[in-house]
């Protein structure tokens, strides 16, 4: 089992009567039923195996540093961080752990990574607590379907080779970060996915939230690298056409409140790749968007 780390909110108080900032509502988890959940994943040995820049490991702290002092008045939790190791495979069971534990409780985890091997450990969690039929939502520049040993570029992969009832849906594939080998595997593993241009100019997005009804539990992933590189510019792989802004926020909304949506990961922010915090800062308000939209959990 990895180290637990917990996180020290902090953040500005402007009357010590009123709790209406996330630093002043969030509680330490402790089994609670009906909530969202907050758990770190510090790892960035799966961007390290890929052979990209390595730095995601801090994105926990500083995506809640970011959020901190977000207005905010519901109930919200936080799990604590699993301290990723040269083990990837033990972490990635040591998050999946953590987030059975939060699903065992009927509440909701969202998950702040890591790289991307960070969905790999929400996927264990959610295939633990779920029987039946998964689709796997993943709004990203990559497919992150290499057959190779496991990294933030394979999850995929590992995934779909061992579990027959789990699909994968990808949004927002960028052509220049995918060579010809990993669209020849998503067509054999049959996954519906879309590139930048088809998100932007066709009815993809309708015809994706309608296949998502049919599914036992959804579980959603963003990667980062997915926004554009002058909203994002702190992840390992850049796009410089990626998801604006409004339209990752205007995503996440409409997913956000499936019936069936039952955890969501943010993933591959490395702060010390950043601008200004520019990074973190979009993650932070995704989250807080996430949080707003979805009514109950
Ligand atoms: N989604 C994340 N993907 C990988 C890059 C994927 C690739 O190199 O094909 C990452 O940043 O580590």
Redesign the pocket.
Known sequence: MNRIEKYNYNGRTDDEAVHERIHQVIKDYNGESGVPVITGFSSDE??KR?K?TVGAAEGPFKVREKMSSYAFMNDLYDFGTIIGTENLEQSQQSLGDAVYEIYKNDSFPIIIGG??ETFYGHYLGGRQAFSGKIAILNF???L?L?DEIPS??TMFHQILSADQEADYYCLGLQPQ?NTKKLYDTADKFGVRYYTIDEVRETDAIDKVAEQLENYDAVLMTL?M?SIQQSASPG???PSPNGYTPLEIHKLISRFATLPNLKSFDVS?VSPPLDINDQTSAMAASIIHKFLSVRASF
């Open positions: 799966g961007v890929n990209g790289g991307h990203d520049a990559h992150d290499r933030s570029g970060g990667c690298d992840v390992s792989a591959e």
